[in-house]
């Protein structure tokens, strides 16, 4: 079997996942009625996430089995 390093991809760098969820998350939430705001909102909230965990103290504040609840606007 040949490989070609052009077509391995090192799925810790690939943001090609990355950017597939965030448009079907993007047209969800709008087809569901979701304010621009709403979504930057979402999307400055896992900024904070990230932020914390690479910091080293993501855990400190989040419980363990968070419930989810949608709230869907009116």
Known sequence: MVHHAAAEV??????????????SLYRDMRGSGYANQ?????????IDLVTRDMRGDGDRDIPPELPLTVVRPD
């Open 38 to 46: 709403q979504i930057l909102a979402l999307a400055t909230e896992l």
């Open 10 to 23: 090192d799925r810790t760098t690939d943001t090609r996942p990355a950017r597939i969820l965030a448009r």
